[in-house]
């Protein structure tokens, strides 16, 4: 990013603040076979707090994701992050027999949070009182990604009872999907339609508003076998969807996109610190366009970025329904 660009985009950008995070905090959750383990992060200082909430890719846990969770955090948002069933950290047996219900126990853990944020306001020293609970977005990555997005409206076919059921929740008011599976179906490989038969999303209830970020080297469905497409896969969130949507698509990102998971994890293929960089900044700009905090972060954001000589992505936005572009808003974006 050039001198210019920066100074431009960083007028938009809020100051950071000090964080507190506290984890584990417990939530008790019957029927799950164990209790919810949740990490809360806040700013120290602010108040009308919009809330995160982060659904972790399949393995991960509340320990992850720092360089998004701290960068929301310090620049205004409350973030909470669970640890999922699937978890590395829980170590569930291949055998288990909630297996055929994780991606059900990924969605109730969202909501219980949203249930419980009493008591995950009183857990933090100095956060009480300082939520916007009117505020409120879901975002994951991967596996997370359609977690949050049952919550924003995406409907997935039960392999238990073959129904599609509503697990949308009006609390929240915006997503971002990152790398999320797209369509099932004869999409899906003989491998992951057997091992994997949860992953059947509907996107064409997903009304609530959502940023899709994807990288155009995301081959890592492919090569672990989940689907016979490749990279596109993962727009799909973002063309079967109604309502107001908008694609980030980053170039030569991968599954994922430049280390979004952790500081130091090696599960980065494609580690570049710039590109983080940019993915937070959009997503916090977005963010607070989406709930209706201010326009002026997304506009200016698109704006400085879109001037680069050298883009490193892409931005695509719409207002109508799948396949029509709404406001024909396309632009380039580059760090």
Known sequence: MTASDMATTEVALTAPSPVVSVQPVTLEAPGRGEDLQVRVSAPTTGSELPIIVFSHGFGSSLHGYGPLADFWTAHGFVVIQPTHLDSRTVGLA???????????????????????????????????????????????????????????????????????????????????????????????TPFAAEHFPFMNPNFAYMTTPALVVVGDRDDTPRKHRLTVRGPDW???????????????????????????????????????????????????????????????????????????????????????????QGDGDQQAVAL
């Open 94 to 188: 291949q055998d288990d027999a909630r297996g055929p219900r994780l991606w059900r126990f990924r969605v109730e853990d969202l909501k219980r949070i949203l249930d419980r944020l009493d008591l995950l306001e009183a857990a933090v020293p100095g956060l009480s009182g300082r939520l916007d609970r009117s505020r409120i977005a879901a975002a994951g990555h991967s596996f997370g990604g359609q977690t949050a997005g049952n919550l924003l409206g995406l409907r997935v076919l039960d392999p238990e009872t073959k129904r599609e059921e509503d697990l949308s929740d009006p609390r929240v008011k915006a997503g971002v999907l990152f790398a999320t599976a797209g369509e099932g179906g004869a999409n899906l």
């Open 234 to 324: 993962m727009a799909d969130p973002y063309l079967l969807s109604p309502g107001e949507k908008s694609l980030f698509t980053l170039f030569g990102a991968e599954h994922s996109l430049g280390g979004i998971g952790g500081y130091e994890v090696q599960e980065t293929t494609d580690e570049d610190p710039e590109r983080v960089a940019l993915i937070q900044r959009v997503t916090w700009a977005y963010l607070r366009h989406a709930l209706g905090i201010e326009d002026a972060a997304w506009s200016a954001a698109r704006k400085a970025l879109s001037q680069s000589a050298t883009p490193r992505g892409r931005i695509e936005s719409r207002s109508g329904g799948p396949g029509v």
